[in-house]
């Protein structure tokens, strides 16, 4: 059975770092294209970060470009998502995503996780 559960988020404060991870089992994470989503109070969804299994090419949405960064693991079959100074907009549950497709549109997601919710103090 397929499955993305993520782990990590809490309350911080403004200008810390938090590191999410997120556990895929039921495929090997390293045939999709991994990334992560936001969603924060009351507003729509956002693409926060993904990475492509075969050229590691990393694209970040520009509101967290030069703060986080995303990886994995392919033995543990781990994505991760590295947050750096962090801001209070950053505020959101933060879903980790699995996609056949290298893009940003949520539409093209495979699978999902439920998401983790992070909330940024100021």
């Known amino acids: 059975q397929v499955a993305l559960v993520e782990s990590g988020g809490r309350v911080v404060q403004a200008g810390d770092s938090l590191t999410l991870s997120c556990v895929a089992s039921?495929?090997?994470?390293?045939?999709?294209?991994m990334g992560w989503f936001r969603r924060p109070p009351n507003k729509e969804l956002e693409f926060v970060a993904q990475l492509n299994p075969k050229s590691n090419a990393m694209n970040l949405a520009d509101s967290v470009k030069g703060r986080f960064l995303i990886s994995r693991d392919n033995d543990k079959n781990i994505v991760y998502l590295q947050m750096n100074n962090l801001k209070p907009e950053d505020t959101a549950n933060y879903s980790c995503?699995?996609?056949?497709?290298?893009?940003?549109?949520?539409?093209?997601?495979?699978?999902w996780g439920r998401g983790t919710l992070v909330t940024v103090s100021s």
């Open positions: 039921g495929f090997r994470l390293s045939n999709f294209n």
């Open positions: 995503a699995a996609s056949a497709a290298y893009t940003s549109l949520p539409n093209y997601v495979n699978y």
